[in-house]
């Protein structure tokens, strides 16, 4: 399953193959591969009814790009009458009556979802240790984490199962595993992409995204995925852009910004060299190279884990053992139904964020840290503002190192916490990135990080896109 969704899309309107047999063959690479345990959930039936619907528009003269294209869902979108457990035990058994924005787009091109893949419990995590379900191994080295939290769809791109899968990014959780997994991973803005039935944990943060072998294959779902949804209050009425146009844009004119604090202490210097070696490429593709600097660059770690977690402990209020979710055996009291329910249904992860979140927001510390913590965000979506006045694009890795070994940092939290140190400051700003494979370290993947402006996804496809045109990192499967 390593063809793009362009030759796969080719393919089945050719008739060389029906999107029936390639359902069947992404489920049977799914079972062949389960010890990477990418997967939460897999439906056959539903798959199978899907991939008749779509042989069925096939069969029209006007099919949309995805129709029969076999793909996957993270188990944080809610999908009706089929569980969606966000790796959690607190929703182990949950079946929701509907589906979610993204999961009735898809549905509506006849794309074709063979299931739910794993993930951070609530999307808790940058290396997808915290699942209830255990942890995704990385299919390049099953000793490494896939990257969090949406690794469970990582790993399942970089290994071949499906083309392409969605995921959600909070503070890095697409691009992150897509480095680590030697995948694209796109990003959109704030609000381009509904949020609706996207089960939340920091609401003004959550953003829906894709993952896939490359940004040509993340523009065929982008097409379909983004959108105005009334449901959703931040989903922004603003007409798409001709994505697949976009494509074509050359670098001649364009100025990519080399953030300065992106290559700093705690970059390992493989990681640098590869994505400087990238960078280098742009500038034989015509792009001009502009050293810049996001000044507030070191606020944004403490500031986004001050406010997701606060937004973290509003969100997770719901799940009390009472109206869905774990409930306690036998409980005393309400007190004791609260505790027991929210003890034994969350991880360890998640009772953490939702403490620190509570604390920050209790009286007497909401000024000191989260009146704080908004500010430090208003001063780093201001340093982008002032670069983009400068370049089109900004870049620099996405991860600060490859690909670490599982349990290697499940002990310390807050060396867990910086490898998310260049990609939350995105999320805090509201703004479109993609981290595209940029060459290799110690055999691991490296990712190159791109950011544009607020709904410039279009200018940040074709970078990443013509990047991909004149290398082959892109390509690179593991055991290749």
């Known amino acids: 399953m390593a063809s793009s969704i362009a030759q796969l899309a080719q393919d089945l309107r050719a008739r060389k193959i029906s999107a029936a047999e390639l359902a069947q063959a992404a489920l049977a690479r799914a079972g062949a591969r389960s010890e990477l345990n990418a997967f939460i959930t897999l439906d056959e039936a539903t798959a199978l009814v899907a991939a008749q619907r779509a042989d069925a528009a096939l069969a029209t003269a006007n099919a949309p790009a995805l129709a029969g294209i076999p793909f996957a869902h993270k188990d944080i979108f809610c999908t009706n009458g089929i569980r969606t457990t966000c790796a959690s035990r607190m929703l182990e058994n949950f079946v929701p009556p509907y589906d979610a924005g993204v999961v009735e787009r898809l549905r509506d091109v006849h794309a074709v979802s063979i299931g739910k893949t794993n993930m951070d419990e609530f999307a808790m995590g940058s290396s997808n240790e915290n699942s209830h379900f255990g942890a995704v191994k990385n299919p390049w080295d099953a000793t490494r984490v896939p990257g969090g939290s949406s690794g469970g769809s990582a790993a399942a791109v970089a290994a071949g199962i499906v083309p392409f899968a969605t995921g959600t990014d909070t503070g890095g959780s697409v691009r992150q595993p897509a480095a680590f997994c030697g995948i694209t991973g796109l990003k959109p803005t704030y609000g381009r992409v509904s949020r609706w039935g996207m089960i939340a944990y920091a609401s003004s943060l959550d953003c829906a995204g ?18 105005h949804d009334p449901r959703d209050a931040t989903s922004v009425a603003r007409g798409l852009d001709n994505y697949d146009a976009a494509l074509s844009s050359k670098l001649s004119n364009m100025k990519i910004g080399v953030a300065r604090e992106y290559f700093g202490a705690g970059v390992d210097a493989g990681v640098a060299a590869a994505v400087r070696d990238a960078l280098a490429q742009y500038e034989r593709l ?55 329910s929210r003890g034994e249904g969350f991880g360890a992860e998640v009772r ?14 909401y000024d000191a840290y989260y009146l704080r913590a908004q500010r430090a965000r208003r001063v780093i979506a201001n340093d982008f503002s002032e670069a983009f006045k400068q370049v089109d694009l900004i870049a620099g890795p996405t991860a600060p190192t490859v690909a670490f070994k599982l349990g290697e940092k499940t002990a310390d939290p807050l060396a867990m916490y910086a490898a998310d140190v260049n990609t939350v400051a995105v999320n805090l700003a509201g703004l479109p990135a993609i981290s595209i494979p940029a060459g290799f370290s110690d055999g691991l993947p490296v990712g190159l990080q791109l950011i544009a402006p607020a709904f410039a996804e279009g200018p940040l496809l074709a970078a990443a896109h013509q990047f991909q045109l004149a290398t082959d990192w892109h390509t690179r499967s593991p055991g290749a």
């Open 210 to 227: 894709v993952l896939a072998r490359s940004a040509q294959d993340c523009m065929y779902a982008l097409s379909a995925m983004a959108g």
């Open 286 to 340: 015509g792009a001009t190279l502009v050293d810049i600097s996001l000044p507030n660059a070191h606020l944004a770690i403490p500031a986004y884990y001050v406010i997701a977690p606060a937004e973290a402990s509003s969100n997770l209020a719901r799940y009390d053992g009472v109206r869905y979710g774990h409930r306690c055996a036998d409980p005393q009291t309400l007190e004791d139904l609260y505790t027991r």
């Open 352 to 365: 953490r964020r939702i403490l620190v979140g509570t604390y920050a927001l209790s009286a007497g510390y």
